[in-house]
């Protein structure tokens, strides 16, 4: 009998619940008709249709409110990195150690023309001159680079200083050349490593950003003559302007045994600093190099070598890329060797 009474009792409960909700309701109605009408209807009795008549229209829906977009949601527009995120200068864009990213340009150029092709390699060291090297070698090749680096150490010592490591490989390839079977015409191998301090320097305007200490060595992996290879201590300085960034890099040769230096001048072509300017423009980057020897009023001439790059869209994530160099060292083999050249091809990084 209990179990009855407790039955009709949530039964009651439950069917009388939706007039309660609707009582409640009525409470929020300011019109004092219009309120006496709602609790009448909540107990079933007819409302006058003058009364009804009289009651304020229901009021709008609020309008709903937007959902953020998320990062998936969002449009992507290419840019570029910016200097904070190419070298982690900020606590917010390091992300760890290990991760392999972007250092310098990555591109293929199936269209690399130079003026002039270098068949006698020559140096000051008697073995490593070299005659009539690439008898059939063509003006125009393809070119490609690859350049990665990976975080080593964060915030050394509880500093901000980071340890990075680096490797950077240009390919120069005879694909035209079908006398001697296409073939690699020379390769430069570059591996470095460097510490990044982040500083915050200047005017907004002009802001002093980085400091870079590092030890890097290239070479082209050859055997005399045409063997080629030197290793630099280097010092480089990053500053931004707006979209503009602007790096001073400065480097000293470490010094090698007579015998076994295969370009004791190289310094005197390749340069002694380097001056880069890359600017950000909606989706295209342009980026300015320029090289110098330092040597003034000496008897070896002041001499510059300058290249340009320039990245634009494409399709998709597909940057088209083009470079045009004028002067010395455009590879190891050919450090003294004065050429100009345009490359056409693709970039396949963002980068800054």
Known sequence: MKTLETLS???AALALSPLAAMAQSCTDIALDSARLACYDRAAGRPVPDAVAAAEPAALPAPAPVPVPATPESRPTKWTGQTF??????????????????PHLPVYVLPISWRQNVNRNPSSPNPSNNALGVGAA?????????????????????????????????????QIYNTEDSRPFRETNYQPETFLTLPLRMGPEWLR???????????????S???????????????????????FVKPWWRVSEKASNDNNPDISDYAGRI???????????????????????????PNRSNAQIEWAFPLVG????????????????????????????????????
């Not at 964060?154 to 390919?171: K, P, R, V």
């Open 224 to 246: 005399d003559p045409l063997s080629r290879s030197w290793n630099r201590v280097y010092l480089t300085l990053g500053a931004t302007s707006g979209g503009l960034s602007l």
């Open 317 to 352: 994530e597909l940057y088209g890329y083009v470079r045009g160099f004028g002067g010395y060292a455009d590879s190891l083999q050919n450090y003294n060797f004065r050429n100009y050249g345009l490359g056409l091809g693709v970039s396949l990084v963002q980068w800054r």
């Open 84 to 101: 904070s995120e190419r070298f982690q200068l900020d606590p917010e864009t390091k992300d760890g150690l290990f991760k392999v990213k």
């Open 274 to 300: 380097e001056l880069q300017a890359v600017y950000n423009f909606g989706q295209h980057i342009i980026s300015g190099t320029l090289q110098n020897n330092l040597k003034f009023n000496t008897s070896t």
């Open 137 to 173: 070698d063509k003006e125009v090749e393809a070119k490609f680079q690859l350049s990665l680096k990976t975080k080593m150490m964060q915030n050394i010592l509880g500093s901000e200083i980071d340890w990075w490591a680096a490797y950077t490989q240009q390919s120069f390839w």
């Open 208 to 222: 002093l950003r980085m400091l870079n200490l590092g030890l890097v060595h290239q070479s082209n992996g050859q």
């Open 9 to 11: 009792f949530g039964l």
